[in-house]
């Protein structure tokens, strides 16, 4: 009986002295050191690279991996070997360290697993009693156990004490497990008293990880796998963490001798929590030094909003605002902390309520198939427990324990709930707190905890009559709460509005879809899903990704497809652009990724000011109540700095700037008012545009003085310059606009004067006439390229006198843009057989008092206008039609 003994000491030691050897290199990495710091960290946990083992020896790696149950206690005990020779107790930076004479040290592991990298969905039992590495999401995790290791018992007649250890399939790798059953008599029948105090126990845990929602197959449900930790580990994770585990899958046995069946579990050697670094690596796009170089460039381009946004689902003909808005939610505003305990939360929330076949659950699908964290749901389907937390019972210790939910599963990440409408009340209350506060507090059989939920909701809904009514109010057809609707940043209105032109497009583009067969597929093959299990574990795994990406740079756009990318050609067209850009989905996440976790802007002196004027105006538009899509509250001064600042991301910029805020007001009104224009009282908006103008005209003078010549935009609501305020100068902004829209050799050269933006400074009533009486002059020298009148040949404008333009102020082009919005949904100009000109000037003026009545010339310059940005149709024989 000695020789087998002496057999396998000798093969323990073998193995003892291969680690030894290996932990004494130096190359690549120097083990030696790292024992020393685990040491003066008080830790007992050393992470090896498997790599580093397999160039070393491949014996002792491919034993490692298939064997784990013979290799491991021979790398544990060299670890302890090599802890004791390192550990001096006279030496102050140990004196935290614990004796390792009385500690137990363990190895782990990270690097490439090759074929052990395994999901909960393709694991088999060909990996029993192998090591494996795992990946996947916690869902369950148990309370923290002791369990008995080494049980010492005291016997009084004797005055002797006694020793007992135990082990099973989860604290040791000896094949006979002893049974849990503390002795209660010595061999000589003496009775044993229990001293707890000598024993030694083992902290235990039991998680269970699910698979990836992103990667279970359509229609099947997600696999799960028990996981045990111990010792250090237990704690590491939390319901809704991403991890990547590595560990020995093992089977316990089914509980009773006459069973065939038996219990597996997977236990853990090392944990790797992928949420530390944004959501995790599996969700996590490497970015290469050419991609920095591309998002670079790709945010100096003026229009990178918009091509940002149109590259966002571009089969959906239109909806661009809502395609915008969703762009602003996955890059999010900044998240903050305060002192005294309050979150801010910088995740924007999206609510869709609209008629049936608007695409709104295809917009929730490409956020689904977009983002990097994304979990979806249905408000028929969940329950309110379901989407937050669930107390549940544990079957093997009978104890409560805490379930995550979705939204608690979606940390960092975007939920996506269809059919909003249908969710019952009481399970909508429960996601009050997740849409502000961001946590999901449990108190509930015992258990008082709060869980983090840091996520973005979008979620779409039906009107409460199944189809909108344009003539209720907006509240009595979304029919939500307003303590909901509030938690919302954007609430946009959805109609599925009759228009023949607009029908005829939207259906020609559904027949090319359906005719499209992707490359390399038959007619009706299903498309076939590829694996995206990476084959590294820990920090490795990005050098690896990176490394392979490095050698195949990936394009920056796609090449449009009329059949795929409709909805930007309609763009487009809107817009005057002739060739379509349309970015990849790659390269979309890694902006996205880049922008979101590398830019944090602050908000601005300028910025803020204008923010709260936004705030203000809406606040104190008492006739525009009955019109908006929800209330307006403080939180909607929340909304205006988030879009602002993720607007800002989308620029690459480092502070939230006037033009942010001024894109997230656009993006409010566009949600409130349903695109109706401008609903700011007149006599606001109006100093509201000589504020603008003044901002526009600092900002312009700062980035740009001497290139006078600059692409600058018109005025927001017309292609015409306005006369500046009594006793203005002409600005250099003014001169640009007139040289854009007009002849500019015409002007006179200003003086040294006129180089610095206008300023109003305190003037008697004579200088003030004079200087308007100049400035009267120097505009009847302007000469303004006019568009072509509807109904009136090019000649017979020419011949008109001067002062007789058709010409239209921006605060009388909002007000005419709002009446014929409101007409273009009134039944009588719904009509196939269209209307005219006469009947809709008519309608329009019955609309204003006598004092402020459009004339002539007001009346075709607004028209024109309509027609430019296609809301009207106007067929050869002047008839009209309105465009939806």
Same mark, same amino acid.
């Given at each position: ?30 083990? %030696? ?19 580093? !083992? ?27 070997? $090599? ?63 002791? %369990? ?25 790798? *000896? ?21 707890? @105090? ?8 039991? !998680? ?43 089977? +316990? ?33 490497? !970015? ?10 790709? #945010? %100096? ?20 605002? =809502?395609?915008?808005?969703? +762009? ?21 929330? =999206? +609510? ?22 994304? =979990? ?5 389907? #969940? ?216 830019? /944090? ?18 606040? *104190? ?27 800002? %991301?989308?620029?690459?910029?480092? #502070? ?8 997230? /007001? ?79 050799? $015409? ?49 017979? $404008? ?32 719904? $009509? ?29 310059? @607004?028209?024109?206008? =309509? ?18």
């Amino acid at each position: 009986m000695e020789e087998p003994i002496d057999a396998i000491d000798a093969v323990f030691g073998d193995r003892m002295r291969r680690f030894h050897e290996f932990l004494a290199e130096e190359e690549p990495t120097d083990y %030696k050191e790292l024992i020393r710091e685990m040491l003066m960290k008080n830790e007992n946990r050393l992470c090896v690279s498997i790599d580093e !083992i397999r160039e070393f020896d491949k014996g002792l790696w491919s034993g490692l991996l298939n064997e784990p149950s013979e290799y491991l206690p021979a790398f544990d005990r060299t670890l302890k070997d $090599q802890a004791g020779s390192h550990f001096d107790p006279l030496n102050p930076a140990f004196r935290e360290t614990d004796d390792p004479e009385f500690q137990v040290y363990h190895v782990a592991f990270k690097g490439a697993f090759g074929s052990h990298s395994v999901s909960p969905r393709t694991i088999r039992s060909t990996h029993l009693s192998k090591m494996i590495s795992v990946e996947g999401i916690v869902t369950r995790a148990s309370l923290v156990r002791p %369990k008995i290791l080494r049980s010492v018992h005291y016997a009084e007649s004797t005055g002797r004490f006694h020793a007992r250890d135990f082990n099973d399939q989860t604290t040791s790798f *000896n094949p006979i497990s002893t049974p849990p059953v503390y002795p209660t008599e010595d061999a000589e029948g003496n009775k044993l008293t229990t001293e707890y @105090g000598y024993s030694i126990y083992k902290d235990h845990q039991t !998680i269970t990880v699910q698979e990836m929602p992103e990667r279970a197959p359509a229609g099947q449900l997600p696999r799960s796998l028990e996981v045990v930790l111990g010792d250090d580990l237990v704690d590491s994770v939390k319901p809704g963490d991403r991890v990547q585990i590595v560990g020995v899958y093992r089977s +316990l046995g089914g509980g009773a001798n006459t069973s065939s069946s038996f219990f597996t579990v997977l236990v853990a050697n090392s944990v790797y929590p992928l949420h530390a670094r944004s959501t995790g690596v599996s969700a996590r796009e490497t !970015i290469t030094d050419s991609d920095i170089r591309n998002i670079n460039s790709l #945010s %100096k381009n003026k229009d990178v909003f918009t091509i940002m946004a149109q590259s966002l689902a571009p089969s959906i003909y239109g909806h661009e605002y =809502i395609k915008k808005a969703v +762009l602003l939610m996955m890059l999010g505003g900044v998240e903050k902390n305060l002192e005294n305990g309050s979150h801010l939360r910088g995740d924007i929330n =999206i +609510l869709m309520v609209g008629d049936p076949s608007t695409a709104k659950s295809q917009m929730l699908r490409f956020v689904l198939n977009t983002a990097s964290l994304a =979990i979806a749901t249905t408000g028929k389907g #969940s329950s309110g427990v379901g989407l937050t937390a669930a107390v549940t019972h544990d079957k093997e210790t009978g104890e409560r324990r805490l379930e995550a939910g979705a939204m608690v599963l979606a940390d960092r990440g975007i939920v996506c709930i269809d059919e909003f409408d249908k969710m019952s009340d009481v399970d909508r209350v429960a996601i009050h707190e997740v849409m502000e506060q961001q946590t999901v507090t449990i108190a509930k059989a015992g258990i008082h905890t709060s869980l983090n939920a840091r996520c973005s909701v979008i979620a779409a809904a039906n009107p409460l009559y199944g189809q909108y009514d344009v003539h209720r109010d907006p509240h009595h057809n979304i029919g939500l709460p307003d303590s909901l609707l509030s938690r919302f940043d954007l609430l946009f209105i959805v109609t599925d509005d009759v228009n023949s032109p607009r029908d005829r497009s939207i259906s020609e583009h559904i027949l090319r879809t359906h005719r499209y067969v992707p490359t390399g597929y038959a007619e009706g093959e299903p498309i076939r899903e590829t694996s995206t299990i990476s084959l590294a574990v820990g920090n490795e795994r990005l050098e690896k990704d990176a490394a392979e990406e490095e050698e195949e740079e990936q394009p920056m756009y796609q090449k449009y497809n009329p059949v795929l990318h409709a909805g930007v050609a309609a763009a487009q067209r809107t817009r005057g652009a002739k060739k379509p850009k349309i970015l990849t989905i790659p390269f979309l996440r890694k902006y996205i990724q880049y922008a979101k976790s590398r830019i /944090e802007p602050v908000l601005t002196q300028g910025a803020a000011d204008h923010v709260v004027k936004i705030y203000t105006n809406l606040r *104190n538009g008492q006739d525009t109540k009955s019109k908006r899509t929800a209330p307006i509250t403080a939180r909607t001064l929340e909304t205006l700095i988030r879009l602002a600042t993720a607007h800002a %991301k989308v620029r690459l910029s480092k #502070s939230v700037e006037v033009r942010d805020t001024k894109v997230a /007001e656009e993006m409010l009104y566009s949600a409130l008012f349903r695109n109706i224009g401008d609903q700011r009282p007149a006599k606001q908006a109006k100093v509201d545009k000589e504020v603008e103008d003044s901002d526009e005209d600092s900002e312009e003078n700062s980035d740009d003085d001497e290139d006078i010549e600059a692409d600058v935009r018109l005025d927001d609501d017309g292609d015409h310059l306005t006369a500046p305020p009594t006793g203005g100068r002409i600005t250099r902004s003014q001169t640009r606009r007139v040289r854009q829209a007009g002849d500019s050799s $015409q002007l006179q050269e200003p003086s040294q004067h006129e180089e610095a933006d206008y300023e109003p400074v305190p003037q008697d009533e004579t200088q003030e006439s004079q200087e308007t009486q100049q400035t009267q002059e120097r505009m009847e020298q302007l000469t303004i390229q006019e568009p072509e009148i509807i109904g009136v040949p090019l000649s017979e $404008q020419r011949t008109r006198p001067r002062g007789h333009e058709n010409t239209i102020s921006p605060d009388r082009l909002r007000t005419f843009n709002r009446i014929v919005s409101e007409l273009l949904r009134d039944e009588q100009f719904q $009509q196939d057989t269209g209307f005219t000109k006469e009947s809709l000037f008519e309608a329009v003026n019955k609309k204003l008092p006598n004092e402020d009545l459009f004339s002539q010339q007001e009346f075709e310059a @607004g028209v024109q206008k =309509i027609v430019e940005n296609g809301n009207i149709f106007v067929t050869d024989d002047g008839m009209m039609y309105g465009i939806h």
